[in-house]
């Protein structure tokens, strides 16, 4: 009689959200859960994952419904900055050479019961507690090419030294493969391109509830979304250019540019808009607003608006175009790639330029109709949502964890 096989534990996989993300970098950090828990199981090896958000930031039941009808479990977590002395109190298996790390903390435990790590993305306030091996998502290097984008300039030092202490690092554009390589300065055979998902958010049509015709510019309140020039770019659109649309803004904290009291930067926003009548006539700030909403938006916009001066591209161009709606967005390599990658017939303007974006706002104007004509089928598009994505992801992540 042969021996029993020997029962094989199923490997568990931290997810980590370091940092209060909403907006494209929380649905990209929750598409690769589920990328993890459905790749894995589509090939009959399926692995626990676990999803790890910063506590007390987030509405558990409804912002990650999603996850927890998949079974993955979501767990709000408290980040330390601890001494080397007290990650040695830990673990002694890897060498330690930075004075403090950030230390993840749910309950007493340090997520031990994990047998890796995924974090998603650099943007930790300390080097990682190198606990468990690990792996980190980089979205981008904004730091790069927007120098003092970070208040403290220290920061990047902490970003850097994660990414290099990683056992390897995902990437879904290949400029930010090179970003990771050539200015973090990770080994290139660390740094892999991860295939580029979206979430089609397949909602029936929404009515639109808006009175005047207008175009959607979903952004945060951070400098690299390009504000100030995009602002000149508006009033130019509307002076010059006998502007017809109104814009909408959404996004994380674009509620600042409503505020008196704010940071400086969203205080130069707020100013400038106060100086165009024409801009503050036209430009409705709805903040952050929810999932539905913001497909309600976006459903009956007459198209898409992304004067970004540089980041890893976003989502927001996909998602428009499988609701049917074009898009305009600033010209760098990230977004030639999105558009190559998803077919998505984009028309592109200079960044740096006001005037040459206020023109194609006018072109997008007139021509919004014809643009719609060029954007790919749905059909097209649903084989790069995550579900159908998956598969790919996980033939490359089980190598790596």
Avoid at 87 to 112: M, Q, R, W
Avoid at 124 to 152: M, S, T
Avoid at 271 to 288: E, F, S, T, W
Wanted: proline letters at 6%; glycine letters at 4%.
């Amino acid at each position: 009689m042969s021996p029993p096989e020997k029962c094989m534990k199923t490997k568990t996989i931290g997810i980590f959200l370091p940092a209060a993300y909403r907006g494209g970098s929380l649905n990209g950090a929750k598409n690769i859960a589920k990328m993890l828990h459905l790749g894995s199981r589509n090939a009959n090896e399926a692995v626990n994952v676990i999803f790890s958000c910063i506590e007390n930031e987030y509405n558990i039941a409804d912002e990650f419904s999603d996850l927890i009808e998949l079974g993955i479990p979501v767990r709000e977590t408290r980040w330390k900055i601890v001494s080397k002395k007290q990650v040695e109190k830990i673990t002694y298996k890897t060498p330690l050479k930075h004075p403090e790390y950030a230390l993840p903390c749910f309950g007493n435990s340090h997520f031990d019961d994990c047998d890796t790590w995924l974090v998603i993305s650099d943007r930790l306030k300390r080097p990682l507690a190198p606990l468990k091996p690990y792996g980190v998502v980089i979205y981008d290097y904004i730091q790069r090419y927007v120098p003092h984008i970070f208040n403290d300039t220290f920061s990047d030092v902490h970003f850097i030294a994660t990414a290099r202490s990683a056992h390897f690092i995902l990437t879904t554009t290949p400029a930010t493969r090179l970003d990771a390589i050539q200015y973090a300065g990770v080994a290139s055979d660390r740094v892999f391109l991860s295939p580029m998902e979206f979430d089609p958010y397949d909602f029936p049509s929404q009515t639109n509830t808006h009175e005047t015709d207008y175009f959607l510019w979903p952004t945060n309140a951070t400098q690299h979304k390009n504000h100030i020039r995009a602002i000149h770019a508006l009033n130019s659109y509307y002076e010059q250019y006998d502007g017809k649309l109104a814009v909408i803004m959404t996004g994380q904290h674009t509620d600042s540019f409503l505020k008196k009291k704010a940071d400086a930067y969203s205080g130069e926003v707020r100013r400038l808009i106060d100086q165009y009548p024409a801009v503050k006539k036209n430009l409705a700030i709805r903040g952050n607003v929810a999932l539905l909403d913001y497909v309600a938006i976006l459903q009956s916009a007459t198209f898409l608006w992304h004067p970004a001066l540089i980041d890893n591209g976003t989502y927001a161009v996909i998602e428009a175009a499988f609701q049917g709606v074009p898009s305009l967005s600033s010209d760098y390599p990230q977004m030639r790639y999105i558009n190559d990658r998803f077919k998505l017939a984009l028309d592109f303007c200079k960044a740096g330029e006001p005037d040459e974006m206020a023109k194609q706002l006018k072109y997008m104007e007139e021509n919004h109709e014809r643009k719609r004509q060029l954007l790919p089928e749905k059909t097209f598009l649903d084989p790069f949502s995550y579900k159908n994505t998956a598969p790919e992801f996980w033939q490359l992540a089980r190598g790596l964890l």
